[in-house]
């Protein structure tokens, strides 16, 4: 009998050019308000730490779907303070 494992996301990782799809997303995405495993700060420019997107529609780094279950991992949008919890 075999189990499906989730997939593994190094959240370290997921900053740079963002382009939201509907489908077929590199992650899955589900914005909280509470508990997000990931703080995004959207930026315009210097989207080089964990956590700042540059929400772009052409050319990204990784391409996001929003969704209401079953995510890949929990975002939440701040003003400070983006990153990793």
């Known amino acids: 009998m ?4 989730k997939k593994q996301v190094d959240l370290s ?3 740079g050019r963002i382009q939201f ?5 590199d992650y899955k995405v589900q914005v909280v308000e509470h508990f997000p495993d990931l703080r995004v ?10 956590g700042l997107w540059k929400i772009v529609t052409s050319f990204p ?4 779907q929003i969704v209401n279950h ?3 991992f929990k975002i939440k949008y ?3 303070f983006p990153g990793v919890r």
């Open 70 to 72: 079953f995510p890949d």
């Open 21 to 25: 799809v509907r489908s077929f997303p």
């Open 41 to 50: 700060k959207k930026v315009n420019h210097f989207p080089t730490k964990p």
């Open 2 to 5: 075999t189990t499906m494992a």
């Open 78 to 80: 701040v003003n400070h």
């Open 13 to 15: 990782k997921i900053y």
């Open 61 to 64: 780094d990784y391409k996001i």
